[in-house]
Nanobody
Framework: QVRLAESGGGLVQAGGSLRLSCVPS????????MSWFRQAPGKEREFVAA????????TNADPVKGRFTISRDGAKNTLYLQMNTLKPEDTAVYYC????????????????????WGQGTQVTVSS
């Protein structure tokens, strides 16, 4: 069973950047469909970005298009979320998620699809 560990969160001013990392122990990034979700206080957990198991397709949610990039490094066995031009509304706990089954070249955006979740890392963007 894979376990996911996120890191890289913190406090940043609006317009700044952060890079989140997620390392799957008990598995490799190439074995799973992986994604990032976030949850702000009082709100539901929402999709941010996903990458296919093939690594060839990525999908971003509309609020982060053009600002966030999901990627993975097989050699480091790490999933990343590069976040640029951060806004106060990006403040949330960010979660890494993974699932094993699916079509190799597709991405998945529903949180109900994912079997494995990390503990989350807090991102706070000040205005």
């Amino acid at each position: 069973q894979v376990r996911l560990a996120e890191s890289g969160g913190g406090l940043v001013q609006a317009g700044g950047s952060l890079r989140l990392s997620c390392v799957p122990s008990g598995g490799t990034v190439s074995q799973y469909f992986m994604s990032w979700f976030r949850q702000a206080p009082g709100k539901e957990r929402e999709f941010v970005a996903a990458i296919s198991r093939s690594g060839t397709l990525t999908t971003n949610a509309d609020p982060v298009k053009g600002r966030f990039t999901i990627s993975r490094d097989g050699a480091k066995n790490t999933l990343y979320l590069q976040m640029n031009t951060l806004k106060p509304e990006d403040t949330a706990v960010y979660y890494c998620a993974a699932k094993r089954s699916g079509s190799h070249y597709l991405t998945y955006q529903s949180r109900d699809e994912y079997n494995y979740w990390g503990q989350g890392t807090q991102v706070t963007v000040s205005s």
